[in-house]
């Protein structure tokens, strides 16, 4: 693999998942005439990332100007050879529920992600490296935490070849930065102003990646020059 340095060539990524059908103990029989399935799926993984091109650990040069007519030559880019997976560690609790002979069935999942080394594209750097961005980057660290629900029935209504069956889908995600490099808050972050249907992305360590800044609502300003202090008629 040439996406990676030395030392940085291969990752381990373990996984571990489990499934336990509680409807199926001896003790949960007397409920089975309601419920047909109880089961809980607990798992834990680590995944890595590394969805960059390949090559970005050698220099590639190109002509650059000449001298006594001899062409020369400099690199278009900086070697990245520091550069590492991006590493999500997470668990996830799931739970199936089925009642009333499958009528309806409830798939519940309840996850937290903690990711680091956070890869980004384009990152600006400091001019005097002699360029303005290098391709790729390992610049933070992120959490994200949330719940989905996914309810369905089976065919409710059947009329010759077809069938209805009614699905529904419910989720929550919410994420955090919690770590990221001080040169991409400052590329990133830009200034606030004040014009209408303007508003500006921030990112900042302990508030989600992306969030909207802006300024805070009070009121529509509904004052005319007779109550706010000035008058148009001088001898009021």
Known sequence: MTKFGSGNKWGFFPGISGRWNVSDEKFFQPLRKY???LAFRPSYGITGN???????????????????????????????TQIRWEKTKS???????????????????????????????????????????IANANVGKMENEGWELFVTTKPILNVGKFNVTLRANVAQNLNV?????????TSMNGQFNNRNEQFVNRV?????????????????YAYDYDHNGYFQNEEK
Do not use: C
């Open 35 to 37: 419920v047909n399935m």
């Open 50 to 80: 590394a969805w960059f091109g390949e090559g970005l650990i050698y220099n590639k040069y190109s002509s650059y100007g000449s001298y006594l007519g001899t062409q020369g030559i400099a690199p278009d880019n900086l070697r990245l």
């Open 91 to 133: 668990w996830n609790l799931g739970f199936n529920l089925n009642l009333l002979d499958d009528l309806l069935q409830f798939d519940l999942s309840v996850y937290k992600k903690y990711t680091s080394d956070l890869l980004m594209s384009n990152v600006r750097i400091p001019s005097t490296t002699g360029y303005s961005n």
């Open 177 to 185: 930065v919690t770590e990221m490099d001080k040169n991409v808050l």
């Open 204 to 220: 900042q360590i302990g508030h989600a990646l992306g969030g909207i800044y802006g300024f805070r609502y009070k009121g529509v």
